[in-house]
C-alpha cells in the first residue's frame, strides 16, 4: 500500500481555510463528494462516530481521520495543509495544520490498518513534515506525498 495508491493530484488540498475541527471534518466530507461521488452527510457521520472513540489528532500538528463506508470499492485519501493550525483536541494539545483524511470500504480491515500505518508511518518523518508545511501547491505537496514511492521504484 503506498500513498500513490491513496491519493491524486486532486485530492491534495494545498490552504485549506477552516477554524475549527468541526468545520475541517465538514470540508473534506464536502471534498470527498465532490472526488468520489460519495454523499458528504455520510462521510461526515462516520468521521464524527470515529472522532467519538478518541481523537485522530495524532500529534506533532497532525491528524489522520478516517472511517469505513458501504458504498466504497477502494481506499481512498485526501491530504490537507491548512492555512492556519487548529484545535483538534490532539492527543499531545498541539494544533493541527496537517490533515489525511483515509476513506475505506467497511470490509476493507487489514487494508484499512495497513493504509493508516503507511500514513502515519509517512507523516511521523519530521522532515517529511516540515517540507509538507513549507509547501503551498498541490503538485509539490503530491510530488512530496508519493515520492517514497518513486524512488524506491528507481
Same mark, same amino acid.
Given at each position: ?14 490552504? /485549506? ?9 465538514? =470540508?473534506?466530507? !464536502? !471534498?470527498? $463528494? ?5 454523499? $458528504?452527510? =455520510? ?5 464524527? $462516530? &470515529?472522532?467519538?472513540? %478518541?481523537?485522530? %489528532? +495524532? ?14 470499492? &477502494?481506499?481512498?485519501? +485526501? ?8 484545535? *483538534?483536541?490532539?492527543?499531545? =494539545? !498541539? ?10 470500504? $467497511? ?10 500505518? &503507511?500514513?502515519? &508511518?509517512? /507523516? ?17 505537496? *503530491? ?8 524512488? !524506491?521504484?528507481?
Amino acid at each position: 500500500m503506498e500513498i500513490s495508491d491513496l491519493l491524486t493530484l486532486d485530492s491534495v488540498i494545498p490552504n /485549506l481555510k477552516v477554524t475549527s475541527k468541526k468545520q475541517s471534518l465538514q =470540508e473534506l466530507a !464536502r !471534498r470527498a $463528494e465532490d472526488l468520489f461521488d460519495l454523499d $458528504e452527510r =455520510e462521510v461526515f457521520n462516520v468521521l464524527l $462516530e &470515529r472522532e467519538k472513540l %478518541g481523537t485522530t %489528532g +495524532v500529534g506533532n500538528g497532525i491528524a489522520i481521520p478516517h472511517g469505513k463506508l458501504a458504498t466504497l470499492d &477502494r481506499l481512498y485519501g +485526501v491530504f490537507a495543509r491548512l492555512e492556519k493550525p487548529i484545535d *483538534f483536541d490532539s492527543i499531545d =494539545e !498541539r494544533p493541527v495544520d496537517l490533515i489525511f483524511l483515509l476513506l475505506a470500504p $467497511e470490509n476493507a480491515g487489514a487494508d484499512h490498518l495497513k493504509a493508516l500505518a &503507511r500514513v502515519s &508511518r509517512l /507523516l511521523r518523518d519530521k522532515s517529511m513534515c516540515d517540507k509538507l508545511r513549507a509547501t503551498d501547491t498541490s503538485e509539490a505537496l *503530491f510530488a512530496l506525498l508519493t515520492e517514497q514511492a518513486a524512488t !524506491r521504484a528507481a
